[in-house]
């Protein structure tokens, strides 16, 4: 079993950026996928990125705000993935959840096999 353990989320003003680390604990992450999603206010929980745990390859939500602004990235021997949010508004305001798959990529819900419990993102301006 993995147990996913967020950890960086904060209240920062609009403009700023955090950095959102997500530890996989329990056993060496061996599976195909690590990602996340997030959860804002009154909405569904909506996929952001998500990185291919050998290769490296990232997958981007569809919004070009997302794109240009965040970034996954893994390192395999912490066992750890990040996301690097910058130039934060207050439409990011949201619970950001860990996820990982044992054989696809983490980018919808179905495919996804653990989740962290999350951390809160507050963007205010």
């Known amino acids: 079993q993995v147990q996913l353990v967020e950890s960086g989320g904060g209240s920062v003003q609009a403009g700023e950026s955090l950095r959102l680390s997500c530890a996989a604990e329990?056993?060496?992450?061996?599976?195909?996928?690590m990602g996340w999603f997030r959860q804002r206010p009154g909405k569904a929980r909506e996929f952001v990125a998500a990185?291919?745990?050998?290769?490296?390859?990232?997958?981007?939500a569809d919004s070009v705000t997302v794109r240009s602004r965040f970034t996954i990235s893994r390192d395999i021997d912490k066992n750890t993935v990040y996301l690097q949010m910058n130039n934060l508004n207050t439409e990011d305001t949201a619970v950001y959840f860990c996820?990982?798959?044992?054989?696809?990529?983490?980018?919808?819900?179905?495919?996804?096999?653990?989740w962290g419990r999350g951390t809160q993102v507050t963007v205010f301006s």
């Open positions: 990185i291919t745990w050998m290769s490296g390859r990232t997958y981007y």
């Open positions: 329990g056993r060496t992450f061996s599976g195909h996928s």
């Open positions: 996820a990982a798959s044992r054989s696809a990529v983490a980018h919808t819900e179905h495919a996804t096999d653990y």
